[in-house]
């Protein structure tokens, strides 16, 4: 692979991984064929910048990728293993400290985290993006939409918990507490739990999502405590 691989999306049919490549050398995502014993590179593209954030679309036709401190969202469609159609998606309009980060794309349009602008976006072909405001040197680093798409669960990696939005109505925001430097999250396929990674304590946390409280921690350091 490249410098510095920080991420990577597996293709919805398995067949294929991109990877996000953001250090010294050149920025760039490297599509890898995963046919077992056939393993290989088959396309790169180069990129100006990139930060964290990279992910498939729900059919796997579409691959975002996070522009980092310009505000977009890389989009290619995809097909067989390479990337045509290149657009950059404005996530900002160039003037505020946004740093695009995670990416999660969703039926209809991709949630954006703008790690740096302490602020989650909501991208639409056609729209103005919906700004969802995070309490000020929060950090928002992964949004992740309920299974039912009415709330979405954003995790503040610099406030040690997550912000739970309601999106069906519109009420107030609800905080979660959790270990330090929440990262990544994944619901089960019930989305009635969600594990949230939290690197700085090499926990992931287990919340039940309709009780809205942790239920477990799990220790995922190399040596035990």
Not at 196 to 210: L, W, Y
């Amino acid at each position: 692979l490249g410098d510095f691989p920080v991420n990577i999306a597996l293709h919805p049919s398995g067949k294929f991984a991109a990877v996000l490549h953001a250090g010294f050398g050149p920025h760039e995502v490297i599509i890898v064929s995963l046919d077992e014993g056939r393993e290989q590179v088959v396309s790169r593209v180069n990129i100006r910048q990139a930060f964290q954030g990279i992910a498939f679309n729900v059919d796997g036709g579409k691959l975002y990728a996070s522009g980092g401190e310009f505000g977009t969202v890389h989009s290619w469609s995809f097909k067989d293993g390479l990337l045509s159609g290149h657009e950059a998606l404005k996530a900002s309009d160039g003037k505020e400290d946004f740093t695009t980060g995670n990416i999660t794309p969703t039926a209809d349009g991709i949630w954006v985290c703008g790690t740096w602008g302490d602020t989650v976006r909501y991208l639409q072909p056609g729209k103005e993006p919906r700004a969802y405001p995070q309490p000020k040197d929060s950090y928002p680093y992964h949004a992740l939409p309920s299974k039912d798409g009415k709330r979405l669960f954003v995790s503040l990696w610099g406030a040690s918990s997550l912000a739970v939005l309601d999106l069906a109505g519109g009420g107030k925001p609800v905080t979660w507490e959790s270990d330090s430097h929440p990262t990544e999250m994944a619901l089960t396929p019930d989305g009635k739990h969600l594990f949230v990674s939290c690197s700085n304590s090499t926990r992931v946390n287990v919340f039940d999502t309709e009780a809205g409280r942790r239920v477990a921690s799990l220790n995922c350091a190399l040596h035990p405590d």
